[in-house]
């Protein structure tokens, strides 16, 4: 994709997204407003998250896990409010029991007649975002935010849990204060869904699985045919070894969740970044540089403004 680098994006711990890989999890370096943080009594609860969430058809899940999960319906993980964030400010282990031991909740949903969970799994991406923050940053940050005991005890536990349940994986990515970019090329323009709730305008988008792989395959086969820069790839690849581990008939959603109130009313509304996103990619395809660059560099100036609330905040 031309124009502006399309790094991961540089958040801290469970606050970025978390991208699992061949050597178990990958993050970003965190921002520069990270570290004044715990000196400064920043509150968690100001931090605006975006979702990128995998459902599985119910049948995929275990009947212990079905029982649970579907005698409620939850439609959001209220531990991602506070408690997965709250345990980077103590820079201690989470609390809570062992994964092996927890079945956390799930999102339920229904689509002409057939039943969809999406796990939180809370714990296990707050573990994984704890180890692959020590791998992220220099050894001294790393010590003062989360000490090396505490990192000894999350891997134990995710190896734990790994030898109890190796299907067990994580259904979510999040960021914080955007949408990383290439999650929209796993949509359609026209799988944008505008809604309205008490709360405000909400945003999204959902498509089947199967669809969501073969876009994202598409998208890298484009940049993989002008050589784009390595980095970038490499993050689209990861995003494409993540979707590959759902079966094709479950479903896709990117949500904007609480990113949609850093933009205006209005802006929302004319938000389109799938689309533009494409646009991009096509003229990219078709050989346009100058189109494309052009197209996405309108698109990352967006995504800049709306991100520049984090320094605000």
Known sequence: ??????????????????????????????????????????SPSVIRT????????????TQVERDR???GSAVSD????????????????????????????????????????CPHRTRLRMLAGLLAFRTSVPQEVADAFVPENEARRAAAELAALADANPRVRSHILHANWHVPLRWFTAFDPLQRILTEDKDGLRLRYETDMAEAKARLTRSLEVLD??????????????????????????LL????????GLFLPEDLVEDHSAAELWSSLDALAAGDLPL?????????????????SEVVN
Not at 50 to 61: D, I, N, T
Request: hydrophobic share 45%; net charge negative.
């Open 1 to 42: 994709m031309p124009g502006a680098p399309l790094h991961p994006v540089p958040c801290v711990l469970v606050l970025q997204e978390i991208v699992p890989n061949d050597a178990g999890y990958r993050s970003a370096a965190p921002s520069s407003t990270a570290f004044l943080w715990q000196g400064a009594g920043y």
């Open 50 to 61: 975006a979702y990128l969430r995998a459902y599985e058809r119910a049948s995929c899940f």
């Open 69 to 71: 999960w579907l005698a």
């Open 78 to 117: 209220p531990a991602d409010a506070g408690d997965s964030r709250r345990w980077l400010i103590s820079a201690s282990m989470p609390g809570g029991e062992p994964l092996a031991a927890s079945l956390g909740g799930a999102i339920v949903r229904r689509v002409d007649g057939r039943t969809f969970l």
């Open 225 to 250: 045919e002008v050589s784009f820069d390595e980095s970038v790839v490499d993050a689209v690849r990861e995003l494409v070894s993540w979707v590959e581990q759902f079966a094709d008939d479950g």
């Open 253 to 260: 959603e990117l949500d904007y969740g609480t990113v949609a």
């Open 292 to 308: 494309a660059e052009r197209l996405f560099s309108q698109m990352a100036d967006k995504w800049t403004f709306v991100r520049s």
